[in-house]
């Protein structure tokens, strides 16, 4: 008989945890699945210009397209003034051609009604624009459902007219830039939490009950304190009236004149950082610390080893998974760090998720900043690939 | 000589609780400042009565944006917080028996949401909800915070779970209780700070979280960190370290419940030996 005393027996293990299951999959998975979508799909040209676009197909150059062509456009054109979504579509195309957002619209203006037999030179008489043959490459490569061109966009790379793929002008490379700062300003965080989160970790597991439920409970408030209270706090702290700098001044250790800037730059991301994300490297640290027996210590000094020995070749190691789930997680939540960088580090202190934001935020554009959450979200999982070979992806203590 | 090192060890592990801890002892008495400055004023470090206040305080509750700032992190985060606790509770009793298929798959499914980068999510979520209609509107808001929020109840839950005798359960059903009295009446009990605590950790999670609301807030639905989050970028006011310190405040409330239901959990255990 199988045991029905247990509710568990009775619905099952699946049961019990299919809604939450297919809560996350409905809620997290499609969502992020929509993202990658994002990424690469793009059908508003191809669209609202079908029929032009079925033509294009067969153009490759290096004439003008055909009357056709240019009787099709402007058919659509005027459907899409009607809809009032030609301003939209001007917007796209200028992603590919600059300088021909404005086509659109006075093309339309001028275009509703016309009679002719010759529409190609009505419209080049429009604007001669539409006489130059980078702008119809340009509608062509617009109106491509599927492309990667934000993923090109995303890496500073860009597709010439002839189909090869070369980096972006110098002045205009933003994004490796921000890619190698987000993975230096993670690294280095890291490793500041550990240096300081480590000996905390270590004090915290060795002192007395009552003293060490203190110190966690220290840990824990500013770890479930509200990140942006947090973020504020620092703003007031680093200012260049605020508390550290009068503090400095006051101990004499810099000039009225010479306050040093702590805010607005690469400092203040840093400092506020590394604090926001201190407690992710003292909290599994310390768990894994206050499991390492007693007497393995004492077994180690009863065997001659010295303090400085015994904590290098016998306590340290076995800190270690504690240590590189710690600092996994803080490598992983830095990458995708925007508050604090946002409200502490100035333009000189911003990371790539600032940029995420600044795409869907201002200028619109979500499938760039569809495409850079799915470069950042490869990373992450890349990250995890090797620390699950290295240390096993169960062993990550949360609390 | 050793006991220099452990002299320089425990200031070192002092000055790592002074920076850590910092940021939370400068804004509460900062917030009292009677003067609209982000520093000390000569006043506040002789300790004149006349130099703090509460009207930080007063501008707070007498602001149309911040009341209504609250009265959204509540309803979303309690919300968000009974469809966490629920779908959660639920997960770790299913993950915490053996018989589950893929249970190592399943966890690693369901902790995703919060080792994921908020931002990512953020992205996902918006995209999505925006287009499904959900862009703009308490149901979008409260179904992201629940989905970030569950792990940690799943997570506190399976904790519980982990001590929890199933030999209970056969008593219960041996003095005649159906499967679902035995679970309300002995087991739900006994997993029950499990639950309480999780379902606190997701409600701070809910409150404090910003990047979601950041996206998918419309003017309605604006948050307390969604308030704060404008007013640093627009126009800083001291009112803004008031509701930091209100802030800070709820959490020490939180963690002392919790603390004082796992010290009641331990006492049971006691006892019951």
């Known amino acids: ?105 006075k093309t339309a203006r001028r275009v509703d009604g016309v009679e002719t037999d010759d529409m190609r030179t009505t419209m080049v008489g429009i604007d001669d624009r539409w006489s130059d043959l980078a702008l119809w490459q340009g509608i062509k490569k617009a109106g491509q459902r599927y492309s990667a061109k934000h993923y090109l966009h995303a890496v500073d790379l860009t597709r010439g007219d002839d189909g090869s793929i070369r980096r972006v002008d110098t002045e205009q490379r933003v994004y490796n830039t921000l890619y190698l700062r987000t993975f230096w300003v993670a690294l280095l965080v ?8 480590y000996p905390i970790a270590y004090a915290i597991a060795h002192t007395p009950p009552t003293l060490s439920k203190i110190l966690l409970f220290c840990v824990l408030v500013p770890f479930w304190t509200s990140l942006l209270a947090r973020a504020t706090s620092w703003l007031v702290l680093l200012q260049s009236q605020g508390v550290v700098n009068d503090v400095l001044v006051w101990l004499g250790i810099v000039p009225d004149d010479g306050r040093l800037s702590l805010i607005r730059n690469m400092t203040g991301t840093l400092i506020a950082m590394t604090q926001n994300l201190l407690p992710f490297v003292i909290l599994p640290t310390y768990a894994v610390l206050s499991s390492i027996p007693p007497t393995y210590m004492r077994a180690a000094a009863s065997l001659g080893a010295n303090p400085f020995q015994a904590f290098v070749r016998v306590y340290w190691p076995q800190s270690l998974p504690g240590i590189a789930s710690g600092c996994l997680l803080v490598f992983i939540l830095s990458i995708g760090f925007y508050i604090t960088p946002a409200i502490v580090g100035g333009t000189k202190g911003q990371l790539i998720s600032n940029m995420i934001a600044y795409h869907i935020n201002d200028a619109n554009n979500w499938g760039l900043a569809a495409a850079i959450s799915v470069i950042v979200l490869m990373s992450v999982l890349i990250l995890y690939v090797v620390f699950d070979r290295w240390v096993g992806v169960d062993k990550l203590k949360l609390s | 000589m050793w006991n220099i090192g452990k002299g320089v060890l425990t200031l070192f592990v002092v000055l790592g609780f002074i920076f850590l801890l910092a940021p939370l002892l400068v804004v509460v008495p900062l917030s009292f400042n009677a003067e609209p400055y982000f520093t000390f004023t000569e006043g506040m470090l002789r300790f004149e009565s006349e130099a703090y206040s509460l009207r930080w305080y007063r501008a707070i509750f007498e602001s149309e944006e911040w009341l209504r700032a609250i009265q959204n992190s509540f309803f979303i985060g309690i919300f968000a917080t009974i469809l966490a606790t629920i779908l959660g509770t639920l997960a770790a009793l299913g993950l915490n028996d053996p018989r589950l298929p893929f249970r190592k798959f399943v966890s690693a499914l369901i902790i995703s949401p919060i080792v994921t980068p908020i931002i990512v999510v953020a992205v996902g979520v918006f995209f999505f909800y925006t287009d499904i209609g959900l862009g703009q509107t308490y149901l979008g808001i409260i179904l992201a915070h629940a989905m970030i929020g569950a792990p940690y109840v799943v997570i506190t839950v399976s904790a519980t779970l982990a001590n929890f005798d199933y030999t209970l359960l056969r008593a219960a059903a041996s003095l005649g209780a159906n499967p679902w009295t035995a679970f309300s009446r002995v087991q739900l009990p006994i997993i029950s700070r499990g639950v309480i605590t999780g379902a606190l950790f997701a409600f701070i999670n809910s409150f404090d979280e910003v990047v979601i609301v950041v996206f998918m807030a419309g003017p309605k639905q604006r948050t307390i960190p969604r308030e704060m989050w404008s007013g640093i970028r627009e126009e800083i006011s001291p009112t803004i370290l008031a509701v930091a310190t209100l802030l800070i405040l709820l959490v020490v409330l939180v963690l002392i419940t919790v603390e004082l239901l796992k010290s009641f959990g331990e006492k049971n255990k006691l006892s019951a030996k």
């Open chain 1, 1 to 105: 008989m199988t045991a029905q005393y247990d509710i568990k027996s009775r619905i099952g293990p699946i049961g019990l945890a299919l809604p939450l299951v297919a809560f996350i999959v409905i809620t997290f998975l499609i969502p992020l699945a929509n993202m990658i979508k994002e990424s690469v799909y793009d059908a508003d040209v191809a669209d609202a210009l079908p029929r032009t676009l079925r033509l294009l197909n067969d153009w490759v150059g290096p004439d003008l397209p055909s009357d056709e062509v240019f009787r099709t456009i402007a058919e659509e054109i005027v459907v899409l003034q009607e809809n009032r979504t030609i301003g939209k579509i001007g917007i796209r195309v200028n992603r590919v051609v600059s300088g021909t957002r404005s086509v659109w619209g």
């Open chain 1, 190 to 197: 890291t490793l500041l939490c550990l240096v300081i989160g």
